[in-house]
């Protein structure tokens, strides 16, 4: 399957059929997440996978709609950071140090411009800017789920505040962004019937 054929066939899934998918192809999904590009390579977000049935049925209340939760194989979380403190600066510093086989000084220039970018930003811009990249993220595990012929839906109608609390998500440093959903299509879906509804070429792309 081509990217076309994998994106037209992709819908937001509302019902799927249960059935949990093989750990070969979620590991391919994860890894696309992964290869995300990001801000200055800060990643300012995690991904939980939600697995087990048990984790999956705590989170149903947190959805206006749960068909999707309580049918999907699993439930991926993203998170973005609020706030990016010297910690988390460091560690990334010593990671790039260590892949890159090079040393600490080698990185003073970016690490300049990483802490004068980081720092003149308040915690809702930053927040605003993690988030942007979350859906990256997102976008890419959609897509790679596409053509690995795995369905998806992504959501954003939840109570951010009763996943918060389930996962432990501090509030003052994280916010839950958005959500995707895994898995296979019921055959009782019937949106995946329904034609796709797009703007015309004419009102999309503007040739300058
Ligand atoms: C960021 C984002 C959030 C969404 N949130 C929800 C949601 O909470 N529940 C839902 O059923 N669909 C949700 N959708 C799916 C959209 O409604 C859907 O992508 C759109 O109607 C286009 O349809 P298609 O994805 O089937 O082509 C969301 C989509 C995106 C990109």
């Known amino acids: 399957m081509n990217y076309l054929e994998a994106l037209s066939r992709r819908y937001s899934v509302k019902k799927f059929n249960k059935k949990i998918i093989p750990q070969e192809k979620l590991h391919n999904i994860l890894e696309s997440g992964k290869l995300s590009a990001s801000s200055q390579g800060l990643q300012p977000y995690k991904v939980f996978i939600v697995q087990t049935e048990e984790m999956k049925q705590k989170l149903i209340p947190a959805f206006y709609n749960p068909s999707q939760i309580s049918t999907c194989s699993h439930l991926i979380v993203i998170i973005s950071k609020k706030t990016l403190d010297e910690n988390y600066i460091n560690g990334y510093f010593r990671h790039i140090s260590e892949v890159r086989e090079t040393t600490l000084e080698n ?102």
């Open 107 to 208: 990185l003073e220039l970016f690490r300049k411009s990483i802490n004068q970018h980081i720092n003149q930003k308040t915690q809702d811009e930053i927040l605003n800017w993690a988030e942007k990249q979350s859906y990256i993220v997102l976008a890419n595990l959609m897509y790679a789920a596409a053509i690995e012929d795995i369905d998806t839906c992504p959501m954003e109608g939840f109570r951010q505040d009763i996943i918060e609390d389930i996962l432990n998500i501090n509030p003052e440093t994280e916010k839950v962004t958005v959500t995707l959903a895994l898995g296979y299509r019921s055959e009782e879906d019937h949106f995946q019937h329904m034609k796709k509804v797009r703007k015309p070429n004419e009102k999309l792309f503007k040739f300058i």
